[in-house]
């Protein structure tokens, strides 16, 4: 999956070798490919908005596959993990598709960007159209790919043998399947009716009556506790370490920092939390550019060793057709260009050097999942940007869409190599797995088209009272603002913050080579543009996940994963419900 954070839930204790799948075993069924369509209309309509409060998307693999399992195992009695599977690729297929709303949020922040001119507005339907031709493109790229990363090389992909176990586990038709679909159940009710409770903007502040210069600077910058599940749960699911690193830099950011731009008359007294976020979004944004591409660098072994390998990979006996695969390249390909053409003024040339560049993009981004369960993909759209800014200098619509254009048809991969891992496990068929991706795309594509302004209307995504964050976003509007302006558009004492916390990306990322008692640069990034409370709450969740692992092991490995997943799904579920409610005037 894409996401900046590493995930501490690693690959489990024991590694499946590839299953064969009983003969007969129904798998691409007609309910199987209904319920799985079903699910990822709900996976593709809730991911924006996790992704867009969180600045990342946590196991929506094992996600899915509770959700496939309450779509199929209590509706029919005789379902089996081969049909969950496809349920599950299409949840995880449309999300992964509907990650791209930080593309969107990018756009709308660059348009209410004092700075530099932007005017790029999309429609739905031109979203649509965009995000389904390069979603569409980046799985048929993928394609060939799994035979070397997943039979040959047997790279981990985490997340895929995550998903793995858990459909093995759902499959079991025991007590124990029955209580983790409950306990599922349970979280998401309760997650739903917490956001309903305290419409998911209560913030019960610290220390309010701290002030400098007449100012509760504790109580502007919103630093405590944010009454919300789905950061609870997102918490117990990333690991003690992210979060610990991402509670790091909200005290950077929120707290010291604050104190330190009033001391030195960089904001005033009477400042807002925008001013704050303005000030810290830059050198948080170099942690998380200089940490992404220093780990990349350190890994150049195993990136020769992928494109020295690649060739000798051979497609196995029910992989997806490599004649399919050229053909749906070409039509997605041309449509990609005259969508980009017409739609967002993208010259053919660049479209089709975007195209070019997200196949290294691609090949670099599943080696690096693979071995360490981290998605680069939003980091290395950083590389493309400064590609496109040299290729088209000064441009920066044609910066954001083209580098957006490499990141949406790369980013895909993520999903089908995972799911191709899970598949792998249990014996699924590839070519099942590759044509439920593809049928599962649009609907991510729709989802997130129409969804996302939404969620932006409702919560908000830019000004000083924005609901939703989405701290990948501003990295990628604050570099495109970099690449145009230069570093006189950056406000005072930041271009030496900038310095200073690239060089400890750096050294983080090298110190994270050999051992894990080092915070995590990509951690104290996002932790520095996350809202404050949220943060808090992640905080606690790993808490509660570590004294559960802890005190009953037995209940942990259970209950832990779907009670966090139902945390989540819950509140992100209700948050679209919402604004469909408004707008439909049931609500107000």
Known sequence: MARDTANEIGAPAHAHAEAAKPAGVRELSMRSILCGLVVAAVMGASYPYIVLKLGFGPNVSVVAAFFGYLALGIAFKDYNRWENNIVQTAGTAAAQTAFMCVLLAAFDMLRASQTVSFNLSLTPMQSFMWLTSAGLLGVLLAVP?????????????????????????????????????????????????????????????????????????????????????????????????????????????????PYALLHYGVIRANFAKNDVLFWVMWPATAMLVASGLAALILRWKILVKTFRNLSTSSAGTDSFPLKWVGAGVVVTGIALIVTQKLNLGLDLWMTTAAIVLSIPMMLVGLRVLGETNWGPISSLSNVMQVIFGVLAPGHILANMVASGTTGTIAVESEALMQDYKAGHMIGSSPKNLTIMQLLATPIGAAAVSWTYPLLRDTYGIVGEHAGLSSPISRRWAGFAEILSKGLSALPPGAVEALVIAAVLGIVFALLETRTDWVPSPTGIGIGMLVPAAVIFVMFLGSLVERSWWRTGRRSHELYMVPLASGFIAGEAIIAVIVPLLIVFGIVH
């Open 145 to 257: 790919m799994r035979q070397h990363f997943v039979v040959d090389e047997k790279l981990t992909y985490a997340d895929g043998l995550a998903a793995g176990e858990t459909l093995i586990v759902l499959d079991g038709r025991g007590s124990d399947a029955r209580l983790a679909a409950r306990a599922l159940a349970i979280g998401a009710i309760a997650s739903a009716a917490v956001m309903l409770m305290t419409e998911d903007a209560r913030v019960l502040a610290w220390f309010p009556s701290v002030t400098l210069a007449g100012t509760a600077v504790m109580m502007t910058t919103g630093v405590g506790v944010n009454w919300s599940l789905l950061s609870l749960g997102s918490g117990m699911l990333v690991g003690l370490r992210i979060n610990a690193s991402m509670l790091l830099g909200m005290v950077v950011s929120w707290i010291i920092a």
